[in-house]
């Protein structure tokens, strides 16, 4: 049984389409992430939800738009893709909020062409 | 500014030798640090943490790190390499009231040779 899972794994896409991410995870955890993966291997944080509310927004573009129906799932939309979109894009859980020990999922490759 | 400086985007090692792996962090308050890996194709996984409890920290698959305040260091070890460590290897921050926003360093590739 994965802990953290993310569907789909890869996508390929065209500029300007629209595409989501879905992300579950069957630990029990209060908190959800998304982090993005850049072509050089950098990560960094997107948005972070606790118990269904959004925590943090690092300021990303309002085409990027989250939601956590339940505190095991959190999605990931992204409208008008732009070829800078092209990433691998990483769901992660922790127990709570203050615990920065994180699960991560294997991760969702998206090419914009 | 809180960041984290991995020395070396790339470490080549021969099966068998020392692997060390740097991680420098700057901050003006007290940090958690974490080693994360990630295997080709895959998520990343916590190899070990320091949450300011003892300042050597063990990990899994023989990995350690010691915490040095002084040096506002976080270096990674395993005394003999496996072809199985190869993989990218990513040092990471986190503070009080932060959450699990961690900032990740570059990442350092690992190479095992036979």
């Known amino acids: 049984d994965t802990a953290v899972s993310q569907t789909p794994k890869y996508l390929v896409t065209q500029m300007g389409n629209d595409k989501s991410i879905k992300c579950e995870q069957n630990?029990?955890?209060?908190?959800m992430y998304w982090y993005k993966q850049d072509s050089k291997k950098f990560l960094k944080i997107m948005f972070s939800?606790?118990?269904?509310?959004?925590?943090i927004n690092e300021t990303v573009p309002n085409r990027f738009s989250p939601k956590s129906p339940d505190k095991a799932h959190l999605n990931l939309h992204i409208n008008s893709l732009e070829l800078g979109d092209s990433a691998v894009y990483f769901c992660?859980?922790?127990?709570?909020?203050?615990?920065?020990?994180?699960?991560f999922g294997e991760g969702s490759r998206l090419t914009v062409l | 500014a809180q960041s984290v400086t991995q020395l070396g985007s790339h470490v080549s090692v021969s099966e068998g030798a020392l692997v060390l792996l740097r991680c420098n962090y700057s901050?003006?308050?007290?940090?958690?640090l974490f080693w994360y890996v990630q295997y080709p194709n895959q998520g990343l996984q916590l190899l070990l943490k320091?949450?300011?409890?003892?300042?050597l920290v063990k990990g899994i698959n023989g990995f350690e790190a010691e915490f040095k305040k002084s040096e506002t260091s976080f270096h990674l070890t395993k005394p003999s390499a496996h072809m199985s460590d190869a993989a990218e290897y990513f040092c990471?921050?986190?503070?009080?009231?932060?959450?699990?926003?961690?900032?990740f360093g570059q990442g350092t590739e690992l190479s095992v040779k036979p």
């Open positions: 992660a859980s922790s127990l709570t909020w203050g615990k920065a020990e994180l699960f």
């Open positions: 630990l029990g955890h209060d908190t």
């Open positions: 939800y606790n118990n269904k509310e959004l925590i």
């Open positions: 901050s003006s308050v007290p940090p958690y």
């Open positions: 320091y949450t300011s409890a003892a300042t």
């Open positions: 990471a921050v986190s503070f009080d009231n932060q959450g699990g926003k961690l900032i």
